[in-house]
C-alpha cells in the first residue's frame, strides 16, 4: 500500500474547481477524489500512462491527473489535476 500526497499547487486546483461548479457536481468530483486515492493507495505504478521523467496520467471522470509513485518510499504524488470535459 503506498501514502498518497497531495502537492500543495493541486489542492489550490481542486478548491478552485470546486468553487466554479455547483453542488451536484461537487459531490461528483469528491467521489472522483476518493476514487484516485483508492487506485493510487492499491497500485500507482499500473495506473493510467506512463509519461516522461517518472509521471502517469490517469483519469476519473470528471478529473484527470498527473501522479508520480515513489516505490522505494511507498509514497505517491499527485502533482496536477484539472476537470476535462464538459461542465
Not at 43 to 53: A, F
Not at 60 to 87: C, H, Q, Y
Amino acid at each position: 500500500m503506498f501514502a498518497v500526497l497531495w502537492a500543495r499547487s493541486t489542492l489550490d486546483d481542486l478548491a478552485h474547481i470546486r468553487g466554479e461548479i455547483d453542488e451536484s457536481q461537487r459531490q461528483i468530483v469528491s467521489a472522483a477524489i476518493r476514487e484516485i486515492g483508492l487506485r493510487l493507495r492499491d497500485d500507482p505504478e499500473k495506473e493510467g500512462e506512463s509519461r516522461p521523467n517518472g509521471q502517469r496520467i490517469s483519469f476519473v471522470a470528471p478529473l484527470a491527473f498527473t501522479f508520480k509513485p515513489v516505490a522505494d518510499e511507498r509514497i505517491v504524488v499527485v502533482s496536477n489535476v484539472w476537470w476535462f470535459g464538459k461542465r
